[in-house]
């Protein structure tokens, strides 16, 4: 049987990620502002990179990525684009 966290590893678990959103906006923001694709985008095209010549499908894509596969749809069509 597992344990309960302690309320300070809820708290400290709260405040992580609450930082993480505000970075990952602040990241978006200024991407944003400097005419730049959103960082879904920077994901994307790492993998693809990593991939290599051979390149990924787009389950490949989903799996690696985690985003939904709706997502990677629209993605992949906006950067065709």
């Known amino acids: 049987m ?3 966290p302690s309320p300070a590893a809820i708290k400290a678990w709260a ?5 993480s959103r505000q970075l990952l ?3 978006e923001d200024a991407l944003k502002d400097a005419g730049l694709p959103p960082l879904a ?3 994307v095209l790492h ?3 990593e ?8 389950f490949q894509l989903i799996e690696r ?5 709706y997502n990677v749809s629209r993605l992949l069509a906006r950067l065709e684009a």
């Open 2 to 4: 597992t344990e309960n």
């Open 15 to 19: 405040r992580l990620m609450r930082v």
């Open 25 to 27: 906006e602040g990241a």
């Open 41 to 43: 985008w920077y994901d």
């Open 47 to 49: 993998e693809l990179a």
């Open 51 to 58: 991939a290599g010549e051979g390149g990924l499908r787009p």
């Open 65 to 69: 990525t985690l985003f939904a596969q």
